[in-house]
Nanobody
């Protein structure tokens, strides 16, 4: 069973930093694109950043150079480094991975359960 487990969320003051982790496990043959998505209360989920297996990144519009993504392929873990946090960054952060479970299967998208980030002013 594929599992994406996010961790590292919590309460932080404005201007502070957090590092989120997304650990991917469960009989995986290959992981392609992994991304972080943010859902603020009452709003739609939106892209924060994605990273491919070769390290190419794509950032969403709201990041403005404050966040960075990194990937440890040996550990099958992706990190989101968040700096200069503002109250608008509050919400649930979800990890999504496009992966295949065997050499002959297709790539599919899997989501984690999310981790809550609260930024106080």
């Amino acid at each position: 069973q594929v599992q994406l487990v996010e961790s590292g969320g919590g309460l932080v003051q404005a201007g502070g930093s957090l590092r989120l982790s997304c650990a991917i496990s469960g009989g995986i043959f290959s992981t392609d694109v992994v991304g972080w998505y943010h859902q603020a209360p009452g709003k739609q989920r939106e892209l924060v950043v994605t990273i491919t297996s070769t390290g190419r990144t794509t950032y969403g519009d709201s990041v403005n150079g404050r966040f960075a993504i990194s990937r440890d392929n040996a550990k099958n873990t992706v990190y989101l480094h968040m700096n200069s946090l503002t109250p608008d960054d509050s919400g649930v952060y979800y990890c999504k991975a496009r992966l295949k479970r065997s050499k002959y299967s297709y790539y599919q998208d899997y989501w984690g359960q999310g981790t809550q980030v609260t930024v106080s002013s």
